[in-house]
Nanobody, 117 residues
Framework: QVQLVESGGGLVQPGGSLRLSCAASGSIFSIDVWAWYRQAPGKQRELVASMISHGNKRYADSVKGRFTISRDNRDNTLYLQMTGLTPDDTGVYYC???????????WGQGAQVTVSS
């Protein structure tokens, strides 16, 4: 079992930066893929960034070059560093972890990110 607790959301002006955190606890050793999803108002949840346990990273085209996914192995915290934010980045961001044994997905509670002047 894995628990994910998110923090770091908030209101940011266009062009600004923000870092989301996702503190993981439990059977972390069982996770093989970490990811961030987001859901904009009235839209489907979309994959923003993912990171395989060995370090390989993937990004959605819309955030490539602006967002960085990383993980701090000291305290098992997943991060999403966001720069050059635009109003299109507004939404609820969810961290995600996949169980290596059978593919079960664990989810954070969501963090609201609002990009506005």
């Amino acid at each position: 079992q894995v628990q994910l607790v998110e923090s770091g959301g908030g209101l940011v002006q266009p062009g600004g930066s923000l870092r989301l955190s996702c503190a993981a606890s439990g059977s972390i050793f069982s996770i093989d893929v970490w990811a961030w999803y987001r859901q904009a108002p009235g839209k489907q949840r979309e994959l923003v960034a993912s990171m395989i346990s060995h370090g390989n990273k993937r990004y959605a085209d819309s955030v490539k070059g602006r967002f960085t996914i990383s993980r701090d192995n000291r305290d098992n915290t997943l991060y999403l560093q966001m720069t050059g934010l635009t109003p299109d980045d507004t939404g609820v961001y969810y961290c995600n972890a996949r169980h290596a044994g059978w593919g079960h997905l664990y989810w954070g509670q969501g963090a609201q990110v609002t990009v506005s002047s």
